[in-house]
């Protein structure tokens, strides 16, 4: 009877746009493209490529199998699952923490998107000259109450769209801001292709550069190939499997993970090929992490024709991009706690909503009040949560 009250996805490309909104995120664009051109172009995307199939997809595959098998959401799926007195299910509460660890410090980030989509849409960088953009970024870390406000807005907004549902939020938002962020992308790289000089940067992104491979070491390439291909979707705190529970048993789950695999790694590259051809466009280094989206980037808008419309949409694509891996994560904390005890999916949300906007203000201390606070080695709070999450929770998890 449990299950066939179980919530469900209502069509299957609601499945496939939500599981890969859920892969891609904010690293799709600060990280992989400029990776990929430092480390020979095409060669490092034939290398991830191969990972991916040999690593990232199985991995997938085997998160939505434990899903879909047990009908229930990951500490749920194992106790399920497991024979008796296995100890499977401790593995599950790891995930969980990951989960929670994660997006302590995602929805600031995500907060940052949304600030700088507002900035570009209300015109706050017109006139503003090139050397006194990286202020603005500056400025912003430096004020707890703005950067509190859009964290805030972030967190309210994910967990109100779960609190209708499967279906009716999570499922219905994601097909409109997945929908939108396809057609963005295909619009910034239209208009990318257009400007003076894209060739050259788009021969440093994807042609073969042996000499540079030569430089940087094959060893190294090839690392830096599967650790990409290891962590674009996330895998190892099962932030997939939530959504095999929901899948229809009709759907090929092999297959489906294809699918996945293949929109993440065309969002990625697409979007290199938005960013190279404007940097080389313009003269402008490209850098990687928050400097290129916050700093490099502006420049690059504030100085081309018509860069508060295009600095608004791409910063539109990133919103779309941050939070559409908010509401999945959200999902998986949200589904568990409904699982394991037996909570209503609006306890659920009012719960781990409330606990969730207490939890991530320690990210948004940490660069103005704060600032002063390293938790690992000499990591700031949001580098040390990343660490934990990134170097340790996902590959240790993905490998269990």
């Not at 906007?357 to 700031?380: E, M, Q």
Request: glycine letters at 12%; charged letters at 15%.
């Amino acid at each position: 009877m449990e299950q066939e009250k179980r919530e469900g996805f209502g069509s299957r490309l609601g499945f496939i746009l939500v599981s890969a909104g859920c892969a891609i995120g904010i690293g799709n664009v600060w990280k992989f493209p400029y990776i990929t051109g430092q480390n020979g172009g095409a060669i490092f995307v034939l290398f991830y490529l191969l990972f991916l199939v040999l690593m990232g997809i199985p991995v997938l595959t085997m998160e939505l199998s434990i899903g879909r098998a047990s009908k229930k959401t990951i500490v749920a799926g194992y106790k399920e699952l497991e024979k008796p007195g296995s100890k499977w299910h401790i593995h599950g509460w790891f995930c969980i923490a990951g989960c929670y660890l994660l997006m302590m410090y995602y929805t600031s980030v995500s907060g940052w998107m949304l600030a700088y989509f507002w900035k570009f849409l209300t015109g706050e960088f017109t006139g503003v000259k090139a050397d006194d953009v990286g202020g603005v970024f500056g400025a912003m870390l430096d004020n707890p109450l703005e950067m509190g406000i859009f964290m805030a807005i972030v967190v309210v907004a994910g967990f109100l769209v779960l609190s209708f549902g499967v279906q009716n939020g999570l499922e219905r938002v994601n097909k409109i801001m997945m929908m939108g962020l396809l057609t963005l992308i295909l619009v910034l790289v239209i208009n990318s292709f257009t400007l003076k000089n894209a060739g050259e940067g788009i021969r440093f992104y994807l042609l073969p550069n042996v000499e540079n491979v030569k430089h940087i070491g094959i060893f190294k390439v090839i690392t830096a190939a599967m650790n990409q291909a290891f962590f674009t979707l996330s895998l190892g705190i099962a932030s997939m499997e939530v959504f095999g529970s929901y899948m229809s048993d009709k759907n090929t789950i092999a297959g489906e993970a294809v699918r996945i695999c293949g929109l993440d790694t065309f969002v990625a590259l697409a979007s290199g090929l938005i960013i190279f051809p404007a940097c080389f466009s313009f003269g402008i280094e490209p850098s990687e992490g928050p400097s290129l989206i916050f700093v490099t980037l502006p420049c690059v808008f504030i100085n081309m024709p018509g860069g508060r419309i295009w600095g608004t949409l791409f910063f539109l694509f990133m919103t779309f991009a941050s939070f559409s891996t908010v509401t999945a994560v959200f999902e998986n904390l949200v589904g568990p706690a409904m699982d394991n005890f037996k909570w209503s999916r609006t306890k659920s949300v009012l719960i781990n909503g409330i606990f969730m906007l207490i939890a991530s203000i320690p990210c948004v201390l940490g660069y103005n009040i704060w600032k002063n606070v390293h938790l690992i080695g000499d990591r700031d709070i949001l580098d040390s949560e990343d660490f934990i999450v990134s170097n340790l929770l996902l590959p240790i998890g993905a490998l269990v």
